[in-house]
């Protein structure tokens, strides 16, 4: 990444992604409340989206709006992280997977309501807001799976062996962007192992670091995510509810 | 021709609607060219994905229309970012005579709290109350039981 068009850009795209993942549950989540969770928590995502792809619109320049990017790319033009396109999995996964996005977004937003550029200064105040009660909810939930029944700890560190490695892409440096996501990751690290030691599960080891998401190359998952979510889009352009 | 700042001031949150957006506290601003009759009003979305925006805006610029001012612009703006603490009384009165209880004061630091203390229930009165949901029927609320009246009811969360 160089500069503010591809990290605003990337962030978008995680949220995006995310966005689009979540409401997959919608219907389908284990219980009634957990349904309207997720898909308010995808609203929000969506919203900071909107409002990060606007913007990276705007810096590029093109005249590229945020429907032009969220529906006329292909999947090597994303720039998200892979952690947010993998498959939601059963709940464990899901939960682990929003508790590591929104530990990761809570500093970010945070960061980049201090930042100097004054549009994301101001996503970054609204945005951190709402992923607060993000990362509260999953982290909720991770401890009542990880210390509760023995099939829910089971499945809950199995969630964390498989989505762990994605998490080290969340942070590669990048000092030219207008927030270094490097900086971000003392207070991940922080709030994510206070979750796991009352969770009662084990932080993996290894370093094995899948990445890619941020120069394009993503897992073959997110091909069929986004020709679900740009059908529409591409067989109607310009259609409007 | 009437007051314009009174026309969108009038305006009902659509998904709320015993409420107006200036009781609410999204509109942030009303501005009239005295030379071209152009109104500017600004506004500011709850949550970011608040999916009620495009209606707000269709409905203010319906009621300036309606007020006299058909050449009207509306701008929403982000910074800074809404709060709870913006909703009036007489819009927190509202709120708790339609069966959702008013939010407490918002958290220092711009983050949520998960403990609520003491929600009371909004038709009874009671402190004994209980969290059923952390989310509800729109982006805003929570949603809660009274243990006193069993009553379920909407609780707009401080932010």
Known sequence: ?241 | MSDPREAAASVVDPEIRVITIDELGILRAVEEDPASGRVVVTITPTYTGCPAMDVIRADIRRALAAAGHPDAEVRTVYSPAWSTDWITEAGRAKLAAAGIAPPAPAPRGGTVVPLTLAVRCPRCGSPETEQVSRFGSTACKALWRCRSCREPFDHLKAL
């Open chain 1, 1 to 241: 990444m160089n500069g503010p068009f591809d990290f605003t850009l990337a962030i978008g795209d995680d949220a995006l992604i995310a966005a689009q993942r979540l409401a997959e549950w919608t219907s389908h989540a284990p219980e009634m409340e957990e349904d309207i969770a997720l898909a308010n928590i995808a609203l929000d995502q969506l919203g900071a989206a909107r409002l990060l792809l606007t913007y990276a619109g705007e810096l590029e320049g093109a005249g590229r709006d945020e429907d032009a990017l969220a529906y006329l790319r292909d999947d090597r033009e994303f720039r998200n992280c892979l952690l947010v396109e993998l498959p939601n999995g059963d709940f464990a996964v899901t939960m682990v997977k929003l508790l590591l996005l929104a530990a990761y977004q809570v500093p970010l937003y945070t960061a980049l309501a201090g930042c100097a550029d004054e549009r994301l200064a101001a996503i970054g105040a609204k945005a951190r807001k709402e992923s607060a009660y993000h990362l509260d909810h999953a982290s909720l939930w991770v401890k009542r799976l990880g210390d509760g029944t023995e099939e829910s700890h089971r499945r809950t560190q199995a969630a964390l062996e498989q989505l762990w490695p994605y998490h080290h892409e969340l942070f590669t440096a990048d000092p030219a962007a207008p927030v270094d996501p490097a900086t971000l990751r003392a207070d991940f690290d922080a709030t994510v192992s206070a979750v796991l030691d009352e969770a009662g599960l084990t932080r993996p080891e290894g370093g094995w670091a899948p990445a890619g998401g941020r120069e394009g190359v993503h897992t073959e998952e997110l091909s069929y995510l986004l020709a679900e979510m740009q059908v529409l889009h591409r067989a109607h352009p310009g259609a409007r509810w």
